[in-house]
């Protein structure tokens, strides 16, 4: 397959840098947010719900505490 070579800006490079950081810094935080969840499962912190309703329910519940303690 061909190459091409092209040269960028100071600014275009350092624009393509920056976001090169910030990907692999999303990465790092999908990464650790994975192991914690993963964590939880091995540790047996989740709920399981027989139906959508059952899921609502816990969900709006939730939200009940949440909105009482603002």
């Known amino acids: 397959m061909a190459t091409r070579n092209f040269v960028l800006t100071d600014d275009s490079a350092s624009l393509m840098e920056q976001g090169q950081s910030e990907d692999a810094d ?3 935080v999908l990464r650790n947010a994975a192991q914690e969840g993963i964590a939880d499962i091995d540790a047996g912190r989740y709920k ?3 139906s959508r309703q059952g899921l609502r329910n816990h969900l709006q519940g ?3 505490k949440v909105r009482t303690v603002k």
């Open 26 to 28: 999303q990465l790092a």
């Open 48 to 50: 399981t719900f027989e």
């Open 62 to 64: 939730m939200a009940a």
